[in-house]
């Protein structure tokens, strides 16, 4: 986990409101990523983002959003139109987004749940 | 279509005992191959990958992996296991498409396999 912070760990949301979960790393890699976790699911890719002011849909982007303002963070905003946000969101960045044998690194997570 | 497959949910072996995880692919081209482990409630740490070159692939804490071009596999494996290694196991394979211009360093995971380590 080191070099990639996410917060908060645990975050809980009312139906119809958005929440933001942080995302930032000290490691200088330009591309950063958000995947969503469920049970029997593996991850699965949100946004990703290969340089700073740049940024790409993944295959399950709808209700969700990003920026990437600094190099060191790319925040996401789930959405109300995020019909099931209940999940594990993990954050992970590597050191360049063409690179194809450059290895992702992870940060700790954060618990969404929707009440 | 671009896959990882973890045919195992779970695999159960007494400490001491070698242990194997299994993992096949489905890419075209060469293919960029990685194990991951999550511990409850953590992040993915990385353990191993497989590039180009020696099949046999030597990671961290004691673990390694076999790359078979001909069966598309990418087996994890351990001599001999230790109940700490119990842990959520993920296979992973480089996506070859293309997205932004570019080519990019998404990742396919597979499913996990949740690997039960008995004293």
């Known amino acids: 986990d080191g070099g990639i912070t996410q917060s908060p760990k645990y975050l809980f949301r009312k139906e119809g409101q958005n929440v933001t979960l942080s995302c930032e790393q000290n490691?200088?890699?330009?591309?950063m990523y958000w995947y969503r976790q469920d049970p029997g699911q593996g991850l699965r890719l949100i946004y990703y983002?290969?340089?700073?002011?740049?940024?790409q849909k993944g295959d399950i982007a709808e209700g969700y959003s990003v920026s990437r303002e600094k190099k060191e963070s790319f925040p996401l905003t789930v959405t109300s139109a995020q019909k099931n946000p209940t999940a594990f969101y993990l954050c992970?960045?590597?050191?360049?987004?063409?690179?194809?044998?450059?290895?992702?690194?992870f940060g700790p997570g954060t618990r969404l749940t929707v009440l | 279509a671009q896959s990882v497959a973890q045919p195992e949910d779970q695999v159960n072996v007494a400490e001491g005992n070698p242990l194997t995880v299994k993992c096949t692919y489905s890419?075209?081209?060469?293919?960029?191959l990685f194990w991951y482990v999550q511990y409850p409630n953590r992040g993915l740490q990385f353990l191993l990958k497989?590039?180009?070159?020696d099949n046999l692939v030597k990671g961290s804490y004691g673990f390694e992996a076999e790359f078979n071009k001909s069966q598309t596999s990418f087996h994890l494996k351990k001599p001999s296991a230790l109940v700490s290694d119990s842990a959520l196991y993920f296979c992973?394979?480089?996506?070859?498409?293309w997205g932004g211009g570019g080519a990019t360093n998404k990742l396919i995971f597979g499913t996990g396999t949740l690997l039960a380590v008995q004293p």
């Open positions: 992970a960045s590597t050191l360049a987004g063409h690179l194809s044998t450059d290895t992702q690194y």
């Open positions: 490691l200088n890699h330009d591309a």
């Open positions: 983002s290969q340089i700073v002011n740049d940024f």
């Open positions: 890419v075209s081209g060469n293919p960029y």
């Open positions: 497989y590039i180009t070159g």
């Open positions: 992973a394979v480089r996506d070859p498409r």
